[in-house]
């Protein structure tokens, strides 16, 4: 089945500078004007400065610091002791790993240097 087109009413035009939710209605159409939506414009409200708080010392900064950090660590989802023993576990074979794959590349390397030298 195909789509079902709409003729456009050429009595509604739309504004490029409105949005598209604001319709400009053709005004020497009878009848239209009182379907239209007046366009309010807006104005400029000049906004207050806020008050300047006093200046807060290193210790009230420091205790505001701490209970912003009790207030995150709260938030924070920790690991199962058995999910910690595995990421644990996990971290070291990698290492180990990674180090005797270098050990083994510097060994080799400083062999063929000292071929090299000779």
């Known amino acids: 089945m195909g789509r079902l087109l709409r003729k456009k009413d050429p009595k509604r035009k739309i504004k490029k500078t409105q949005s598209a939710n604001e319709v ?25 400065k806020p008050t300047v708080a006093k200046e807060k ?7 505001q610091f701490l ?8 938030k924070v989802t920790w690991p199962s002791r058995k999910q910690t023993m595995g990421s644990t576990v996990v971290v070291l074979v990698i290492v180990a790993i990674i ?15 000292r071929a090299v030298l000779q």
Not at 67 to 74: A, D, G, H, Q
């Open 57 to 63: 010392n290193v210790i009230d900064k420091s205790l």
């Open 99 to 113: 180090s005797l794959f270098l050990g083994v590349v510097d060994a080799g390397l400083s062999g063929l240097i």
């Open 24 to 48: 400009d209605l053709d005004p020497n159409s009878p009848g239209d004007q009182a379907k239209a939506k007046p366009v309010v414009k807006k104005t400029y409200t000049p906004v207050s």
């Open 67 to 74: 209970r912003e950090v009790k207030v995150e660590l709260k």
